[in-house]
């Protein structure tokens, strides 16, 4: 069983419409996360990171934690087409601990 | 923001050669850099943790002789693939958390081609 795990896509939507992409891990010992989004040849970008259990909202973005489940959840509002690229969770132990990636979600928004 | 900034983008270099990667920490300073393998539609695998004054600790199944880290300074890690072969080409990234717990902040990436 990987650590983090992500369902590799590709997700397409409409553009105007929600994206909701999911994240499981398995180590309990992890309180960061993080949604990076990587475009093709380009590094990782940070999207939002999260440490307690809820919602976090930036912009467009919500981001959910559930610990007792062992969930990360992105949602992305108001889908634009330049949303297409790869979606990363990654999550950590602590705070400048190594982070640990899941495969990663490829999200295609349609026009 | 926090910036990390990675030199070369890219570097096309012949077998057997050595290629040496820049980290540098442009407006904080980091203790810990992380570097990463990509390959072509894989995830991210985490190759290194690089610590400022110390030795690198190194991924299980990561050569530490063929991968070379170096971390002298607080704001400049390096990376030196020794002697590459054409199954080193990938595409390597550096990250570092930033200095105000918010995220970990990539390098733009550095493409290498051994030919």
């Known amino acids: 069983q990987k650590e983090v795990e992500q369902n590799s896509g590709p997700l397409s939507v409409p553009e105007g419409a929600i994206a909701s992409l999911n994240c499981t891990y398995s180590?309990?010992?992890?309180?960061?996360f993080f949604w990076y989004r990587q475009y093709s040849g380009k590094s990782p970008e940070l999207i939002m990171s999260?440490?307690?259990?809820g919602d976090k909202e930036d912009g467009r973005f919500t981001a959910q934690l559930n610990k007792a489940s062992q969930y990360v959840s992105l949602l992305i509002r108001d889908s634009q087409p330049s949303d297409s690229a790869t979606y990363l969770c990654a999550g950590a132990k602590a705070a400048g601990n190594k982070l640990t990636f899941g495969g990663g979600t490829r999200v295609l928004v349609k026009p | 923001g926090a910036v990390v900034s990675q030199h070369p983008s890219w570097v096309i270099c012949k077998s057997g050669t050595s290629v040496k990667i820049e980290c540098r920490s442009l407006?904080?300073?980091?203790?810990?850099m992380f570097w990463y393998r990509q390959f072509p539609k894989q995830s991210l695998m985490l190759m290194a943790t690089s610590n400022e004054g110390s030795k690198a600790t190194y991924e299980q199944g990561v050569e530490k002789d063929k991968f070379l880290i170096n971390h002298a300074s607080l704001t400049l890690s390096t990376l030196t693939v020794t002697s590459a072969h054409p199954e080193d080409s990938s595409f390597y990234v550096c990250?570092?958390?930033?200095?105000?717990?918010?995220?970990?902040?990539f390098g733009s990436g550095t493409r290498l081609t051994v030919v």
């Open positions: 990250s570092a958390q930033g200095p105000r717990d918010d995220g970990y902040t």
């Open positions: 180590d309990r010992g992890s309180q960061s």
């Open positions: 407006d904080f300073q980091a203790t810990t």
């Open positions: 999260i440490y307690s259990n």
